[in-house]
């Protein structure tokens, strides 16, 4: 339950990138971190102490870029003991940040010539999913309209984690076909969390197992980005 709802209202359609930057930082500059949801997203009923928890855990960990409150449907070793992980890619439903990581990010990716020739940047980027160098082209070709893939780009340059629960505290549930801009797609069907307990914060460290399970997860096609990222899940018609 929140205390209050204060509802701001723009004037104007900003378009999606413009709509989530304006919104996160004239909320970031106010209190010094933000939780953001999007619309389509059921969350569990710890999510925001699981929130607010993980942002004052990590809050000097200057390692940490960001908090995830979603985990993908990966398999997790049945040996590794955290409740959450490290992964090199931020996540865009359900997440937490604070303002001095948010003011790091350059919105224009002003050195794009340099990374989109550099085969190790690529490389780089692309530690947190195979699609994140093509999206991110997408993005710089203006194909797309995402704010996520240049804020990950900045983590990705500055060698920064982010933290995923190992049981999820988001659905999302408008991949059912209901969704403004999503089609039917159950790939990201989770179970969120239940159990009554607090998740317990830690500093597990990188897991190569698990980082491996997370990169393939996302599969790189330039076309199929192109196409249906685009056209559906970026909101671009």
């Given amino acids: 339950m929140f205390k209050s709802v204060r509802i701001i209202k723009a004037g104007t359609n900003k378009g999606l990138a413009n709509s989530v930057i304006s919104g996160v930082s004239e909320i970031i500059a106010q209190y010094g ?7 389509d997203l059921m969350s569990s009923r710890d999510f925001l102490q699981y929130m607010n928890d993980a942002l004052d855990y990590y809050e000097n960990n200057k390692k940490i870029w ?3 409150g979603y985990n993908l449907p990966i398999k997790i070793p049945s040996d590794y003991k955290s409740d959450i992980y490290f992964s090199y890619r931020g ?12 003011e790091k990010v350059d919105w224009n990716v002003s050195d794009y010539n340099e ?3 550099n085969k190790g940047l690529r ?6 999913g195979r699609d994140m160098a093509d999206m991110l082209d997408l993005q710089m070709l203006r194909k797309i309209d995402s704010w996520a893939i240049r804020w990950c780009y900045t983590q990705s340059k500055l060698d920064m984690l982010t933290v995923y629960p ?7 549930i408008g991949l059912d076909g209901t969704g403004t801009h999503s089609g039917i797609n159950p790939r990201y069907d989770v179970v969120i969390n239940n159990e009554n307990k607090k998740c317990v914060f830690d500093n597990p ?7 491996k399970n997370f990169r393939n997860f996302y599969v790189s096609s330039f ?5 249906n990222i685009a056209k559906r899940v970026l909101g671009r018609h």
């Avoid at 996540?91 to 948010?102: E, F, L, N, V, Y």
């Avoid at 460290?205 to 980082?211: A, E, F, H, N, V």
């Fill in 91 to 102: 996540c865009s439903w359900g997440w937490a940040t604070w303002k001095d990581r948010w």
């Fill in 115 to 117: 990374f989109k020739k």
């Fill in 166 to 172: 190992v049981v999820s505290r988001i659905k999302n």
């Fill in 33 to 39: 971190k933000v939780i953001v949801l999007e619309d």
């Fill in 223 to 227: 076309k199929y980005i192109a196409k």
């Fill in 205 to 211: 460290g990188l897991d190569k197992r698990i980082l």
């Fill in 66 to 68: 960001s908090i995830s």
């Fill in 123 to 128: 490389k780089k980027l692309n530690r947190g």
